[in-house]
């Protein structure tokens, strides 16, 4: 896997520079409005990205900022505080948090979501390269969930994207130099499987979030206090 960095795109601090916040904060209100009333997503997205005239990285923000009022009730309601993770086995949607771990700490802009949960604007797209960060990111998960007493960790990741094996043969090297209890898995639908389980799930993948019964925030815990100066954008 090629060494790199997952951190901002040449133009983000263009894009995303100050001067957008209000327009964004219009934007994610509309867009949050929308989906309250019932509107599909996408056509929710074009209809308030015509409006304020965004690109469309600044479109993929909006629309994970953005949460209609019935996801927050449901999403907070699920929510487990650190103290319930004690004894208890946790599943993690495995690239969904590495990801948004690995863009914070390379100092991508990363955004918190109305239903309390910080998204990036990366993707795999079939591929998935390691970067100077992962390492980083995947000992402050496991030392975390360590330090909460959990049982055991399960992750799960995409089988089809390139480079999963490698990934999950470094995850296991890592968890057995750090004596962390875990089990990784290739799946080919890692959000089925959470969406199934019974155990407490890590991810941020809304669709996961509204059909799963107990999750934990583990991005947000980590942000706010372990990575508090990352380049968040709330609105």
């Known amino acids: 896997m090629t060494t790199r960095n997952r951190g901002k795109h040449p133009s983000d601090n263009k894009w995303f520079a100050p001067k957008w916040y209000p327009i964004f904060k219009e934007a994610v209100d509309d867009h949050s409005f929308l989906l309250t009333r019932g509107y599909a997503p996408t056509s929710a997205l074009q209809l308030v990205g015509n409006r304020y005239k965004l690109n469309k990285r600044q479109r993929n923000a909006i629309m994970r900022i953005s949460s209609s009022n019935q996801e927050i009730i449901s999403r907070n309601k699920n929510v487990c505080p650190p103290a319930d993770l004690k004894n208890q086995i946790i599943e993690i949607d495995g690239f969904n948090l590495l990801i948004i771990l690995e863009s914070a700490l390379s100092g991508a802009f990363i955004f918190k979501g109305r239903d309390g949960t910080y998204r990036d604007i990366s993707s795999v797209h079939g591929s998935y390269k390691k970067v100077q960060k992962t390492e980083n990111a995947i000992l402050l998960v496991g030392n975390t969930l360590k330090s909460f007493g959990v049982k055991s960790v399960k992750w799960y990741f995409d089988k089809p994207v390139s480079n999963s094996g490698?990934?999950?043969?470094?995850?296991?090297?890592?968890?057995?130099?750090?004596?962390?209890?875990?089990?990784?898995?290739?799946?080919?639908?890692?959000?089925?499987?959470?969406?199934?389980?019974?155990?407490?799930?890590?991810?941020?993948?809304?669709?996961?979030?509204?059909?799963?019964?107990?999750?934990?925030?583990?991005?947000?815990?980590?942000?706010?206090?372990?990575?508090?100066?990352?380049?968040?954008?709330?609105?």
Do not use: C, H
């Open 166 to 235: 490698r990934l999950k043969t470094m995850l296991r090297e890592i968890s057995e130099a750090n004596e962390f209890n875990w089990e990784i898995e290739l799946v080919y639908n890692p959000d089925k499987e959470l969406a199934e389980s019974q155990n407490i799930v890590v991810s941020s993948d809304g669709w996961v979030l509204d059909e799963t019964e107990k999750w934990f925030n583990l991005a947000a815990f980590l942000i706010e206090n372990n990575l508090k100066d990352s380049n968040i954008i709330e609105v």
